[in-house]
């Protein structure tokens, strides 16, 4: 298993990045894949995540209305639209995935992922 981030940057507040985590060595449209991001200092928090087998989705409060996770399985990528950045959003970005089915806080929330990414910066000035 293999995911590889792309599209961090720097950006003002108010703009907008789209993430994107390329991925390959598994059955894409048999797993969950998330956004985890970890701030300077802080935990790591599950940003969003979206079953490829059933299509729903997830999102921490903080970011619901302004990012979209969003998933191509001819592809096998899954993207992060980011709008209306905040300072707040700056942290490093990781894909992350296991073979699951059904949306559950064990993956989304506790990040109970398997495999990850290495991540991407993603850095909002005020």
């Known amino acids: 298993v293999q995911l590889v981030e792309s599209g961090g940057g720097l950006v003002q507040a108010g703009g907008s990045l789209r993430l994107t985590c390329r991925a390959s060595?598994?059955?894409?449209?048999?797993?969950?894949l998330g956004w985890v991001r970890q701030a300077p200092g802080k935990e790591r928090e599950g940003v969003s995540c979206?079953?490829?087998?059933?299509?729903?989705?997830y999102y921490i409060d903080s970011v619901k209305g302004r990012f979209t996770i969003s998933s191509d399985i001819t592809e096998n990528t899954v993207y992060l639209q980011m709008n209306s950045l905040k300072p707040e959003d700056t942290a490093v970005y990781y894909c992350?995935?296991?073979?699951?089915?059904?949306?559950?806080?064990?993956?989304?929330?506790?990040?109970?992922?398997?495999?990850w990414g290495q991540g991407t910066q993603v850095t909002v000035s005020s």
């Open positions: 979206i079953s490829n087998g059933r299509g729903s989705t």
């Open positions: 060595g598994f059955s894409f449209g048999e797993y969950i």
């Open positions: 992350a995935a296991v073979r699951a089915r059904y949306l559950t806080d064990r993956y989304c929330v506790q990040l109970q992922y398997n495999s």
